[in-house]
Nanobody, 117 residues
Framework: QVRLVESGGGWVHAGGFLRLSCAAS????????MGWYRQAPGQQRELVATATRGGLRTYADSVKGRFTISRDNAKNTVYLEMNSLKPEDTAVYYC???????????WGQGTQVTVSS
């Protein structure tokens, strides 16, 4: 089992910046990919970004150029830097991990990000 604990959500004006962190513990050897999904009210959960241990990164088109995912493998932590935030970025952001970016198994509890116009 892998436990994921997120931090860093909050409220910000449009155009602002937030940084999310997610620390993994437990059976770390079983995961290669870590990343973030988000779910807005009434919407399906959607990919935001993922990153593998080797540095391969995947982004949703809606966040490319604004969001940056990074990992500190020594700390088993993944970060999401969110710039130029828009009201449509408002959602619960979930940290995730798994053997690959296409095989996500573990989820965090979620952290709320609210962007006001």
């Amino acid at each position: 089992q892998v436990r994921l604990v997120e931090s860093g959500g909050g409220w910000v004006h449009a155009g602002g910046f937030l940084r999310l962190s997610c620390a993994a513990s437990g059976s770390i050897f079983s995961i290669n990919a870590m990343g973030w999904y988000r779910q807005a009210p009434g919407q399906q959960r959607e990919l935001v970004a993922t990153a593998t241990r080797g540095g391969l990164r995947t982004y949703a088109d809606s966040v490319k150029g604004r969001f940056t995912i990074s990992r500190d493998n020594a700390k088993n932590t993944v970060y999401l830097e969110m710039n130029s935030l828009k009201p449509e970025d408002t959602a619960v952001y979930y940290c995730c991990s798994g053997p690959s970016s296409s095989s996500i198994i573990y989820w965090g509890q979620g952290t709320q990000v609210t962007v006001s116009s």
